[in-house]
């Protein structure tokens, strides 16, 4: 659920597992758009951040929807999926 705070209210609407629709619910609810490079503010609730827009999506998916990617050798789990990925090239537990 999004907890996106505008006007002092939670805007409260379902999100999926999917960066490229929550990315599409920030710029159409939010008005999160424009250059990938743009500065711009979480007002997730409790947030505040600044970030670049282009990540604004990823930071809100592994620090308030708390999304993990998990190695399919060793289970270990990471908040990125490219970083479970570039962990998984060279993981020891594929070779055992």
């Known amino acids: 659920e999004c907890a996106w705070i505008e ?11 999917d960066t490229r629709k929550l990315g599409m619910h920030l710029g159409d609810s ?3 758009q424009g ?3 743009k500065p711009v503010t979480c ?9 670049q827009r282009g990540a604004l999506a990823r930071h809100i998916r592994s620090r ?3 999304t993990r990617w998990a190695c399919n ?6 908040s990125r ?3 479970m990925k570039k962990h998984t090239k060279g993981c020891q537990a ?3």
């Open 94 to 96: 594929a070779e055992a």
């Open 35 to 37: 250059n990938d490079k």
């Open 7 to 17: 006007n002092g209210k939670r805007c409260g609407q379902p999100l999926l597992d």
């Open 30 to 32: 939010h008005g999160i």
């Open 43 to 51: 007002f997730w609730e409790g947030c505040n951040r600044k970030l």
């Open 64 to 66: 308030h929807l708390k």
């Open 73 to 78: 050798n060793c289970l270990k789990t990471y």
């Open 81 to 83: 999926r490219d970083a």
